[in-house]
């Protein structure tokens, strides 16, 4: 900070909080703001606040009934201004420059009121300082990241986790049930074709029973053949018998052995034809049967085995369901065409690249993770060496050491290393601690911070311990500002400086 | 025994089972029914899984191997045994009924251990070589 030549720096605020109008001037060491109740103590404060930080709503500065504020800082040499203005809905813009020295970490370290930072976190009792201090190292950026590529990840892993991916990952399933299909198929496959080698034979033994008949009806035709012919003979043998017959004379004996001959042949022909009617008979019922055979044997030939029909059914459907399987496993390796996200494309490439996100975004949060604890580790440590400097400088009786532990919680310890618990300290015990706890995470994070804004409410309670702490910031910072409250008769806001 | 059996027919079932499956994959990649992105993601995990259970399968006809041995030993002594029964029997040292047990359970053993040898040899068989 370069302070003008008499180290003066004026401040001007209109419209701002309860202030119409008011000019204050401050200068190197302790200023002491001193008014009344209500008379803009804290407007002064937040308007100073507003020229190097903006974590105080425009909102809670600028004044209610006002539509335009103004903040005005000249100070080195150079004027910075602030405006506030009301927009038609109720909010509050802001434009104008800021401080040279502005950020928004001042605001935690280096304004001391009841409500805010420090204070209220050991005011309140509160264990964690995490937050505190992630703010002021900027390890809370790093923690953003973290968290920023953790819901990466997450989201990744909810796309990974969606329907098609899962059809995806069934594949494998798939390809078992398709397997199993192909299976079933070649099984029923065989059936039939040891169903047909069956019936095959089966019909080869039928064509040859018909042969086989048909071979005896031929033999049992030629038996007939060979009785007609006898019959023939037979009766030639008579005609020649009957011939002799005539020739011969009335002399007994020859005429006797040629009827005598001619009786034995009519009866041999007799025989003859019963033995042809019998064989007619059986040639004609076995011709009837070979025809039948044979009608039987074509209509096995034609026809299929039985249980064929219902193999070839099973033999469709399983090569239906094959194709249909397979088309199921075509639709589960791509995105459908009217995706909303990754039409057409195959889901091993987008898996593919998803994952290649997921394995560098885990990268990322290692790395800053480990960025972070580091960061963290070393915020803790500075801010436990600066607290620990604070008491021994300050001479603080009643305490034995003041420290953050691994997990960000504060520990105070007592004289005879007696720990106690920050919520049973007294209200000024807590205030003091608190007020000593910012100053050194001020000297940790922000030590060229030139200004520390006190309220009274912080200190009021002890005020030998006030003067005490004001005076060893005063050492440590050019500007200190301390509001106080004085007595209703004093008139507005009045400074008094103390070098 | 049923122990070593029904391991060695499972991993022979799964190993068919694995190797329909890689046939199935081909016919697929053959048939333009898969991209080849995708068959060679599944051919990977599949022929890791056929690796597997090969190697399984030959730890396995590596014990069985060594089985066989001890039971080709086994039978040679019961044999050896039975014979020096025999011969005892009939050199009289062993009466009648001592003899008829001994012989009864010698035969029960041999045959068991036979039975034994022959499944595991039929087993063996249908790896090949």
Redesign the interface.
């Known amino acids: 900070m370069q302070p003008d030549t008499q180290g003066r720096a004026l401040l001007e605020l209109e419209n701002i909080g309860c202030l119409k109008h008011a000019e204050v001037i401050f200068k190197r060491g302790l200023n002491i703001v001193k008014a009344p109740n209500a008379s803009g103590k804290t407007s002064l404060v937040r308007g100073l606040t507003s020229m190097f930080s903006d974590m105080i709503p425009p909102a809670h500065v600028l004044a209610l009934d006002n539509v335009n504020g103004r903040v005005r800082l000249q100070y080195g040499g150079h004027t910075y201004e602030k405006y506030f203005r009301r927009t038609p809905f109720g909010s509050v813009t802001v434009t104008g420059s800021m401080l040279p020295f502005a950020d928004h970490r001042a605001f935690d370290a280096c304004v001391a009121l009841s409500e805010t930072g420090v204070v209220h976190k050991v005011t309140g009792g509160g264990a964690a300082f995490r937050d505190y201090l992630e703010a002021l190292s900027y390890g809370k950026r790093y923690n953003v990241i973290v968290s920023v590529a953790q819901e990466l990840v997450n989201e990744l892993n909810r796309e990974l986790a969606g329907p098609i991916f899962a059809k995806f990952e069934a594949?494998?399933l798939l390809?078992?049930e398709?397997?199993s299909l192909?299976?079933e198929r070649d099984r029923v496959r065989e059936k039939i074709e040891e169903s047909q080698t069956v019936r095959e034979v089966e019909v080869q033994d039928f064509f040859k029973k018909v042969e086989d008949k048909a071979s005896q009806l031929s033999r049992e035709e030629m038996t007939l053949s060979g009785l007609e012919k006898d019959l023939a003979r037979e009766r030639e043998r008579e005609q020649q018998l009957l011939s002799f017959l005539e020739l011969a004379d009335d002399s007994a004996k020859v005429a006797v052995h040629i009827r005598e001959g001619i009786a034995e042949s009519k009866e041999r022909q007799s025989s003859i034809r019963k033995e042809i009617l019998k064989q007619k008979a059986l040639s004609k019922g076995l011709k009837s049967e070979v025809q039948t055979l044979r009608r039987q044997a074509e209509k096995r030939r034609i026809e299929k085995a039985s249980g064929r029909e219902e193999l070839e059914k099973d033999l469709d459907s399983l090569s239906k369901a094959v194709i249909l399987k397979?088309?199921e496993?075509?639709r589960a390796?791509?995105f459908p065409s009217d995706a909303t996200k990754y039409p057409d494309r195959?889901?091993?490439?987008v898996r593919r690249e998803l994952m290649r996100k997921i394995e560098y975004l885990n990268q990322v949060i290692e790395y800053f993770q480990e960025k972070y604890m580091r960061r963290m580790t070393s915020a803790r440590l500075r801010f436990n060496r600066n607290v620990t400097k604070a008491f021994e400088q300050l001479r603080l009786k009643g305490f034995e050491k003041v420290f953050l532990d691994q997990e960000f919680a504060l520990h105070i310890v007592r004289e005879n290393s007696i720990e106690q618990p920050v919520e049973t300290l007294s209200a000024s015990e807590k205030l003091t601690v608190s007020l000593i706890l910012m100053l050194a995470a001020k000297d940790a994070f922000l030590p060229d911070f030139p200004l520390f804004i006190v309220d009274e409410l912080t200190l009021s309670y002890d005020p030998e311990r006030f003067r005490q702490i004001v005076s060893y910031i005063t050492k440590r910072v050019p500007y200190v500002i301390v509001t106080s409250l004085a007595s209703s008769g004093t008139g507005g806001i009045q400074v008094m400086y103390e070098a | 025994m049923s122990s070593w059996k029904e391991s060695f027919e499972t991993v022979g079932q799964e190993l068919a089972?694995a190797r329909?499956?890689k046939?199935?994959?081909d016919e697929?990649l053959a048939?333009k029914?898969?991209?080849q992105?995708?068959y060679y993601?599944?051919e990977k995990?599949l022929t890791a899984s056929i690796s597997d259970l090969e190697a399984h399968q030959r730890s396995l006809a590596h014990k069985m191997d060594t089985r066989v041995d001890e039971l080709e030993e086994q039978i040679t002594l019961l044999e050896w045994v039975l014979a020096d029964l025999e011969i005892r029997h009939v050199g009289e040292e062993i009466g009648e009924e001592i003899y008829a047990k001994r012989k009864d359970t010698l035969t029960q053993g041999l045959q068991a251990t036979r039975t034994e040898l022959d499944e595991i040899r039929t087993s063996l068989a249908r790896i090949g070589p």
């Open positions: 594949l494998p390809l078992t398709l397997t192909h299976m397979e088309e496993i075509q390796e791509r195959l889901v091993i490439e | 089972l329909k499956k046939q199935a994959l697929l048939k029914r898969m991209s992105p995708t993601h599944l995990a």
